[in-house]
């Protein structure tokens, strides 16, 4: 089995005839998915998504993959390939187009369309789209196309087959096989086995549930519960999904109506998306159940359903503020249900557990994954991907789309099924990995960090930038100002400390007023004027006393000023 090493040098020079897969997001994490394929001189790219920050990222909005590995040859890129309409997959593209604005964007028809709005929010021109369905085939270059069905937690998605010159490559995009899905479209397994008879070289495949023993369960079990949830409710009931689910809000407006309840959306994302969805015939709205969500105020609490995003926490959200009791028109009550309709993304726990004890405190009942099958995983477990091996029989696999540990056990399982143990490679986000003469192997590293999203500031902020944020937030800010007179070259004002997220009361820093002007006063005596030095001397005496007295790291600014 292959490891990345830190080791890694740039590869070298693409050999003639060889494939080279260059992923810049998904591998070691779960987001920012995209990967790039190389060919005869010219890129193919699949994937451009997100991921979204964790409690270590103050204040970043998005976290965008690193295109600087194609930076200069973005001419060179044949199409965008979009396996389905996730943010974690396409949340990326308007940033990418901002770089080179004639992409060619290929997709299913949800897909793009989700991709449109976002579009038409960062103000950029629509670009050529490729609407591709099953079993479409499609050339772009050197790269011969053909989509396959996968069912997934979203609908419309697609696996891509890649055929080039140096073999072909099935990439899974995000999937499972329910074999009862909500809108009867399975994942085609005759078309993975008739690739797998073709001869598939390189197999790129989701990992997000190799750790999972068994099979996903089927999203229509999840109709019975929420039925079960809808009857034993008298009052409101607010039910917080993805906004990109569109299953499941459809399962909610099926329950509404057979309970006589009406329903409304509530968060931007929301509203939009399920317009799309209906708009392209992929929701089916029961007749007079959807309405204004200010309109649905006006009701009786046991006749609303509010579908809202913020299943995750995000502190914005329509559900957070509604926990906060700050929402304009949605309050929550004494008796109110509340069903969080999706699972946890690895580092949003904290978020999400504030919002369940946020609407706790008000007396709402609160239903989610832990205590009732109000949602089942989009992704494959262990079984399934056991049987798509089986049945494509890969001579190379490439885990993808997980962090470490799932895709470790995603290697496993292929290795289980007879793939040869040199032949499955383990990578991370820019270790590249050429496909030669049939053989899959490493062959050198990109940089390849992440790129984070603040406001209207797309790459400003580095790694030391947020460093500085998380001091500010966990141990505070401390000012010092010394007037040093540029005569005597004595303290002539001063030392004046303040500070915040520390201490309020400044007379705090009394004990250490002295030492600073003693250090400022040896420095002095030995001919140091600098005051870079001077500065340097101040935070290395206040840093020692605030450690030593209050066991804590603040940030500190001293400023010395020549009077």
């Known amino acids: 089995m292959s490891h990345p090493h830190p080791e ?19 591998l070691g994490e779960i987001g920012r998915n995209m990967t790039v394929f190389e060919y005869d ?23 965008l993959p690193d295109f600087e590995a194609i930076r200069d040859r973005l001419d060179d890129v044949e199409a965008l390939v979009l396996t389905h309409g996730h943010e974690d997959h396409i949340g990326a593209t308007p940033y990418l187009l901002r770089e080179r604005g004639d992409i060619p964007l290929v997709g299913s028809e949800l897909t793009l369309a989700l991709l449109g709005n976002k579009l038409r929010e960062h103000r950029l021109k629509e670009t050529v789209h490729h609407r591709v369905r099953e079993g479409d085939r499609i050339g772009f270059g050197p790269f011969d196309l053909e989509f396959v069905a996968v069912n997934h937690s979203i609908p419309d998605a697609l696996a891509v087959a890649i055929r080039t010159g140096a073999g072909l490559v099935l990439h899974t995009g995000d999937f499972k096989m329910d074999q009862l899905p909500l809108d009867g479209r399975i994942t085609d397994l005759r078309a993975f086995a008739r ?21 996903t369960t089927a999203e229509k079990t999840i109709g019975p519960v929420l ?57 089916t709205v029961p007749p007079g159940v959807l309405v204004d969500a200010k309109e649905l105020a006006d009701l009786a609490p046991e006749r609303q359903v509010l579908i809202s995003t913020g299943s995750q926490g995000e502190p914005l959200s329509a559900l957070s503020r509604i926990a906060q009791r700050n929402h304009h028109f949605v309050h929550i009550e004494e008796g109110d ?11 949003n726990e904290n978020a999400v557990y504030r919002v369940i004890n946020g609407l706790s405190r008000w007396g709402a009942t609160i239903v989610h994954k832990g205590n009732a099958n109000v949602h089942v995983s989009g992704h494959a477990s262990a079984g399934e991907l056991l049987y798509c091996y089986n049945i494509v029989k890969p001579r190379n696999v490439l885990p993808v789309h997980g962090e470490m540990r ?14 040869p143990h ?30 984070f999203v603040d406001g209207a500031s797309v790459g400003d902020i580095t790694e030391t930038s947020l460093k500085d944020r998380r001091i500010l937030g966990e141990e505070g800010f401390i000012s010092v100002i010394v007037v040093i007179d540029s005569v005597t070259g004595k303290v002539a004002g001063g030392p004046e400390i303040h500070a915040r997220g520390f201490a309020e009361d400044d007379s705090t820093f009394d004990d250490v007023k002295k030492p600073i002007i003693d250090a400022i006063d040896r420095l002095v005596a030995e001919g140091v004027d600098d005051s870079h030095q001077l500065q340097q001397a101040i935070r290395r005496v206040i840093g020692r006393w605030v450690n030593s007295t209050h066991k804590r790291r603040p940030m500190i600014i001293p400023v010395v000023i020549d009077a």
């Open 406 to 419: 799932h895709m470790r056990a995603n290697a496993d399982l292929a290795r289980q099924t007879g793939v």
């Open 227 to 283: 039925d079960r949830v809808f009857h034993q409710s008298d009052q409101r009931i607010i039910v917080a999904c993805f906004a990109s689910h569109i299953h499941r809000v459809q399962q909610v407006l099926d329950a509404a109506a057979a309970h006589g309840r009406k329903a409304a959306y509530v968060g931007r994302s929301m509203v939009r998306n399920m317009a799309v969805a209906r708009e392209l015939g992929y929701l």
């Open 41 to 63: 001189g010219r890129l193919l790219i699949v994937d451009c998504g997100v991921l979204f920050p964790e409690d270590h990222h103050p204040g970043v909005d998005l976290i």
């Open 337 to 347: 249900t509340v069903i969080l309709a999706s699972s946890l993304i690895p580092g």
């Open 422 to 451: 040199d032949n499955v490679v383990i990578a991370e986000d820019g270790v590249v990995v050429d496909l030669v003469d049939g053989q899959a192997r490493i062959a050198g590293k990109v940089d390849c960090g992440y790129v």
């Open 8 to 26: 890694l040098t740039a590869p070298p020079a693409l050999q003639e005839g060889a494939l080279r897969v260059i992923p810049l997001g998904g």
């Open 195 to 215: 690739l797998g008879e073709e001869g598939v070289d390189l197999f790129l495949v989701d990992s997000t549930n190799a750790e999972v023993p068994g099979f």
